[in-house]
């Protein structure tokens, strides 16, 4: 059976101040954010009734949308608030949380002085981003033809809808030829990141990880850092090239959504789901449903 279309669901929505009805949340053709890419986003995930790093996610949303010029007129506290309410309004445990901040409809043009900023919040049950059984047996990467763009060309450090654009295109081509995502290089041809999610690598026990300075630095990303080193794994940030993957041995990727998922593939190059990814499958699994208590992760 097919699931419920995203514009008619039942509950509701929070939307600029209120709790409107989930069909009811809506917004005029004419709104800049659906023609010029200038809305921000998060993506948050509930287990067991708690938003997992609510804070963090709130404070890097109002983050994307100061370094698109704009001020959510809610503040963090205001819109934690609301998230959690809201959580317990749908009556879920597990779902997904996101909120997502817009320029209005005031003005019609590149210019949007005038714009009133928008926010909505909405939560859903929304299990796993990859199958499943593709999940454990470590999913299929293609090479992305897009890019991550250099900073000097775009704001790359924030969520903003408008990058998303490169990550749609590439991970339609990439399902389209059976794989599950893409992972895309920067704009110098270093390994970046896959369309939603931080890819970390495993060679003879140390972990690789390429520096996040034109990509999202995830909180999943900067929380299995932690783990990582809690079980006192050595973990490099550094430079990567696509040429070095053939000597990795096991690969995974980082995200609120992918969570730990390991991958047994990327393009001509094949990797295992070994004991590091597996561990710290594990350990994120336990920490965010509040049965580990990290040391390094916890700061995170
Ligand atoms: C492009 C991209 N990179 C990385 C991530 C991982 O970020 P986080 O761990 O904060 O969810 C995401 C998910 O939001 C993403 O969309």
């Not at 921000?40 to 609510?54: H, P, S």
């Not at 490169?166 to 704009?187: F, N, P, Q, R, V």
């Amino acid at each position: 059976m097919a699931a419920a279309p995203f514009h008619d669901r039942p509950g509701v929505i929070w939307m600029n101040g209120e709790f409107v009805p989930w069909a009811d949340a809506k917004v005029h053709v004419l709104s800049h954010g659906l023609h010029y890419g200038s809305g921000v986003f998060e993506g948050e995930r509930a287990y067991g009734g708690t938003i997992f790093k609510l804070d963090e996610h709130t404070r890097r949303l109002h983050h994307s949308a100061e370094i698109l010029g704009f001020k959510i007129p809610w503040s963090v506290e205001e819109i934690n608030q609301v998230s959690i309410e809201l959580l317990a309004r749908q009556g879920h445990k597990d779902a997904y949380v996101r909120p997502i901040a817009w320029r209005g409809s005031e003005m019609m043009g590149v210019s949007a002085q005038a714009n009133t900023i928008n926010l909505s919040i909405a939560v859903w049950e929304w299990p796993s981003y990859f199958k499943p059984a593709e999940r454990l047996k470590g999913i299929r990467l293609d090479m992305a033809k897009y890019r991550r763009p250099d900073p000097a060309t775009a704001p790359s450090k924030a969520k903003a809808t408008g990058l998303y654009m490169i990550c749609t295109l590439s991970k339609h081509d990439a399902e389209a030829k059976g794989y599950a995502d893409a992972l895309m290089l920067d704009w110098r041809g270093r390994v970046a990141e896959a369309t939603g999610a931080n890819v970390f690598f495993v060679k003879d026990g140390i972990i690789h990880t390429p520096t996040p300075d034109c990509f999202l630095d995830g909180i999943t990303r900067r929380t299995v850092i932690g783990l990582a080193k809690d079980r006192g794994y050595e973990i490099v940030e550094r430079t990567i090239m696509p040429e070095e993957m053939a000597d990795f041995e096991q690969c995974f990727l980082t995200g609120t959504a992918a969570e730990v998922t390991p991958v047994s593939e990327i393009g001509p190059y094949s990797f295992t789901v070994g004991d590091i990814t597996r561990n710290l499958m594990e350990d994120y699994t336990a920490l965010v449903q509040g049965k580990l208590q990290p040391a390094m992760a916890s700061s995170g």
